[in-house]
């Protein structure tokens, strides 16, 4: 079925529900949050639904903006209450029902119609009623944006798109591109060019996103950059960030997002992996240059997956290393070893 034959489906599904719920995924950023509030507020105000959005764990709180005027829970319990309630389900920004972490169990017993909005590698289509998946857009904000346009209510004009949505698709977006620095696409700057065009405050946007820091997240960063950071000649950077790291710095939830992004400002370094401890586990973070796949070495090593320049994964205690103090080298062994075979094979 092609996007025009979902659209309509979907749009009359819209018209059958009278109490639609969106979900997304666990430790939600920025285009989960953006593709659920601009969906939540295109229902409410162009369709006239009881519209709510839940998400498993609360967002950092730079990117908590996003859900001004949004209805919405992250408690399991509410959630819970609601999708016995709710006509239509609606999935944003993950590709597996098991990316919703503590929700999972409940999502997958959910009875009714479930639509899949995302951008990732590898979706679990047989989980969904409906499935729009597509990898290349910078975002699912980007890829609801289109969504939206071609509802009939909406007929491709971007000013028909409520305000607070608007503003959430953008911020959605411009998170999921780290401020257009990586996974533009042509509809990328097309969607941002639109949405200025009708009336979003991308300068509110920026200030609220990168301009709000506490200052434990600036000495973070400090530290991280300084002590934590570890740079290999085989032109990789790893950082592995321990509990008392996040204690001593006295950071929150999300805090630290980005900071894997920044060992990639050193010329010469085509990959950089951020592990963060989390209790019996780290979860890592991937990010290269183009040429250089962090979805395969995530795929590979880290249980993981994603995009080809931006992916994660985890590391389990015991499973893969015996504690915490282990992480560092295991880390560099398995990039080192992962980059000297990308080389040989393009040699």
Request: one cysteine or more; proline letters at 5%.
């Given at each position: 079925?092609?996007?025009?034959?979902?659209?309509?489906?979907?749009?009359?599904w819209?018209?059958?529900?009278a109490?639609?719920?969106?979900?997304?995924h666990?430790?939600?950023?920025?285009?989960?949050?953006?593709?659920?509030?601009?969906?939540?507020?295109?229902?409410?105000?162009?369709?006239?639904?009881?519209?709510?959005?839940?998400?498993?764990?609360p967002?950092?709180?730079?990117?908590?903006?996003i859900?001004?005027?949004?209805?919405?829970?992250?408690d399991r319990?509410?959630?819970?209450l609601?999708?016995?309630?709710?006509?239509?389900l609606?999935?944003?920004?993950?590709?597996?029902?098991?990316?919703?972490?503590?929700?999972e169990?409940?999502?997958?017993?959910y009875?009714?119609?479930k639509?899949?909005?995302?951008?990732?590698?590898?979706?679990?289509?047989?989980?969904?009623?409906?499935?729009?998946?597509?990898?290349?857009?910078?975002?699912?904000?980007?890829?609801l944006?289109r969504?939206?346009?071609?509802?009939?209510?909406?007929?491709?004009d971007?000013?028909?798109i409520?305000?607070?949505?608007?503003?959430?698709l953008?911020?959605?977006?411009?998170?999921?591109?780290?401020n257009?620095?990586?996974?533009?696409?042509?509809?990328?700057?097309?969607?941002?060019s639109?949405?200025?065009?009708a009336?979003?405050?991308?300068d509110?946007?920026?200030?609220?996103?990168?301009?709000?820091?506490?200052?434990?997240r600036?000495?973070?960063m400090?530290?991280?950059?300084?002590?934590?950071?570890?740079?290999?000649?085989?032109?990789?950077?790893?950082?592995?960030?321990p509990?008392?790291?996040?204690?001593?710095?006295?950071?929150?939830?999300?805090?630290?997002?980005?900071f894997?992004n920044?060992?990639l400002?050193?010329?010469?370094?085509?990959?950089?992996v951020?592990a963060?401890?989390d209790?019996p586990?780290?979860?890592?973070?991937?990010?290269s240059r183009?040429?250089?796949?962090a979805?395969?070495l995530?795929?590979?090593?880290?249980?993981?997956?994603?995009?080809?320049?931006?992916?994660g994964?985890?590391?389990?205690?015991?499973d893969?290393?015996p504690s915490?103090?282990?992480?560092?080298?295991?880390?560099?062994?398995?990039?080192?070893?992962?980059l000297?075979?990308q080389?040989?094979?393009?040699?």
């Amino acid at each position: 079925m092609n996007e025009d034959k979902k659209t309509a489906l979907l749009s009359s599904w819209i018209d059958e529900a009278a109490i639609i719920t969106t979900v997304s995924h666990g430790r939600p950023d920025g285009d989960a949050a953006g593709s659920s509030a601009a969906m939540a507020g295109y229902l409410s105000a162009c369709r006239g639904k009881d519209a709510e959005v839940l998400l498993p764990g609360p967002l950092p709180e730079s990117a908590a903006f996003i859900l001004d005027g949004t209805t919405n829970t992250t408690d399991r319990g509410d959630a819970a209450l609601r999708l016995q309630r709710t006509d239509l389900l609606i999935c944003l920004d993950f590709n597996t029902i098991s990316r919703t972490e503590e929700l999972e169990d409940l999502i997958r017993a959910y009875p009714g119609r479930k639509v899949l909005i995302d951008h990732h590698e590898d979706p679990e289509p047989d989980s969904f009623d409906l499935c729009f998946s597509d990898t290349r857009v910078s975002s699912t904000c980007e890829l609801l944006y289109r969504i939206l346009l071609a509802m009939p209510d909406i007929n491709g004009d971007a000013g028909r798109i409520p305000a607070p949505s608007a503003r959430a698709l953008m911020a959605g977006m411009t998170t999921d591109t780290n401020n257009f620095a990586n996974s533009v696409f042509p509809g990328t700057l097309r969607m941002a060019s639109e949405l200025l065009a009708a009336g979003v405050d991308r300068d509110d946007i920026i200030d609220k996103l990168y301009h709000s820091e506490r200052p434990n997240r600036l000495a973070a960063m400090g530290d991280m950059l300084s002590e934590r950071m570890k740079l290999l000649p085989c032109g990789a950077a790893v950082t592995v960030l321990p509990q008392a790291f996040y204690d001593r710095h006295g950071l929150q939830d999300g805090e630290t997002e980005g900071f894997v992004n920044m060992p990639l400002a050193i010329k010469g370094i085509r990959l950089s992996v951020l592990a963060r401890e989390d209790g019996p586990l780290f979860r890592v973070s991937i990010r290269s240059r183009r040429g250089t796949s962090a979805r395969l070495l995530a795929k590979a090593d880290f249980h993981g997956g994603g995009h080809e320049q931006a992916s994660g994964g985890k590391i389990l205690i015991p499973d893969d290393i015996p504690s915490p103090d282990s992480a560092e080298k295991y880390i560099c062994d398995i990039t080192a070893r992962f980059l000297q075979q990308q080389d040989t094979a393009k040699n």
